[in-house]
């Protein structure tokens, strides 16, 4: 085998090797959090969530735990988790039940006018540091609108979930399911809340990056 072949040989290993490295980092860096339950351990397997999650809260004052557990039910950290398809008799895929999209499900209309309204032209949903900023905003706005405590992660969710309109008229009266749910949104805030407190200086410090 001649120099030249050799070094082709190597060059072509080393371009696949790369492409499957690249492929690997990117599969993990889109896979859930192993443990979606405890917000330390979230923050840990991704090291620039925490950052990201504290810059919406200092930028839009929703706590960090709201935030999570807002997420947490729309996506399960599922970077491109999309609504449930509908079938045309059970049988043939007639479309997603909503443009519901990304981390935070949000929908097409609805991440437009957060695009319009903050300039952040360039932002994703499946990019989690523009979906806690998107959580953050609309806590923002429900404060602003509804006077519903951001620190209020029950009602926060149920106006999310409704819309404004929505939950001026309390739609979520007439959705049992729904109450149950935001009830549940609620005590995995409480959860995330104390789990925080146990790593908050460790996170602040990103000991585990050393």
Known sequence: M???TRV??????ITVSFSMLSLC??????????NIANSCEIFRDRDDWYDDAKDSFE?????????LAIIHQESRFKHDAETEMEYFLWIIPIGRKSTAYGYAQVKDETWDWYRDKT??????????????????????????????????????????????????RKSY?????????????????????????????????????W
């Open 2 to 4: 001649s120099y030249t």
């Open 8 to 13: 082709m040989l190597r060059l072509i290993l």
């Open 59 to 67: 930028r839009w004052g929703v706590p960090i735990h709201v935030q």
């Open 119 to 168: 300039r952040n032209w360039g932002a994703d949903r499946d990019d989690f540091a523009d979906a806690v900023d998107f959580v953050g905003w609309y806590g923002n706005m429900t404060y602003e609108t509804l006077k519903v405590s951001k620190w209020d992660a029950k009602n926060q969710y149920l106006a999310y979930h409704e819309g404004h309109g929505g939950f001026k």
């Open 25 to 34: 980092l990117l599969a993990c860096s889109n896979t859930p959090p192993k």
């Open 173 to 209: 009266e007439q959705k049992p399911w729904l109450k149950k749910v935001a009830y549940k949104v609620e005590a995995n805030a409480k959860n995330y809340r104390a789990q925080l407190a146990g790593c908050k200086d460790e996170l602040e410090a990103g000991w585990w990056l």
